[in-house]
């Protein structure tokens, strides 16, 4: 009964390569995220998703891109990975009209 | 864009005492502030929102207040246990939809048994 998950859960890779992070919601929630968490636990925004608009923190270098095959699922793509990429990334999802947001347990992102 | 910040980085508490995290905002249409409970190698959850248009509310050991005047808003537990140890972020967005969190930079309170 998993609401929000993600794969992989750990993530080890080469400067340079181009990889991506899934993330899945069973709740029918219209809203996803993708938050950053450096290794000082600083919680970051970087995009939020629904049928109707994307928002990107203005921070986010474009070499991050989220990508949505359907309402359920908002994938994370890196190109070009950097050592300061390493961090794990958190999905996130929340209803239309409601404020709570759900996460997902993580992904450890290394890069070598 | 939204500025949140959040003090102290780190508290220790006996168990039994109470713990109180402070945090601010900087933009004035916030009007969510959620906070959530991230414990070792978990899943940040959230234990505990306000709106703009309350004061204070409280669940059981935990409770929220809210100054929008000077905005700032504080989590407090009371006779706090060892398993509320966990970084505890505020946070703050505004709106509806699509509803970015600007967290705060997290609390990590330890609680000695």
């Known amino acids: 009964d998993t609401a929000v998950s993600q794969t992989p859960k750990y993530l080890v890779t080469q400067m340079g390569n181009d990889k991506s992070i899934k993330c899945e919601q069973n709740l029918g929630h219209d809203t996803m995220y993708w938050y950053k968490q450096d290794s000082k636990k600083f919680l970051k925004i970087m995009f939020s998703y629904n049928n109707k608009e994307l928002i990107i923190n203005e921070t986010v270098p474009n070499r991050f891109s989220p990508k949505s095959p359907d309402k359920a699922h908002l994938n994370l793509h890196i190109n070009s990975l950097e050592l300061g990429d390493s961090a794990v990334y958190f999905c996130?999802?929340?209803?239309?009209?409601?404020?709570?947001?759900?996460f997902g347990p993580g992904t450890r992102l290394t890069v070598l | 864009g939204e500025n949140v910040e959040q003090h102290p980085s780190t508290l220790s508490v006996q168990e039994g005492d109470s713990a109180v995290i402070k945090c601010t905002y900087s933009d004035s249409a916030s009007n969510y502030f959620p906070w959530y409970k991230q414990e070792l190698g978990k899943r940040p959850q959230l234990i505990i929102d306000i709106r703009s248009n309350v004061g204070e509310k409280k669940d059981q050991r935990i409770a929220v207040t809210l100054n929008k005047t000077a905005k700032h808003f504080s989590l407090h537990i009371t006779e706090t246990q060892p398993e509320d140890s966990a970084v505890y972020f505020c946070?703050?967005?505004?709106?509806?939809?699509?509803?970015?969190?600007?967290f705060g930079t997290g609390t990590r309170l330890t609680v000695i048994p």
């Open positions: 996130a999802s929340s209803p239309s009209g409601g404020n709570e947001q759900f």
């Open positions: 946070a703050a967005s505004k709106g509806t939809g699509a509803n970015n969190l600007f």
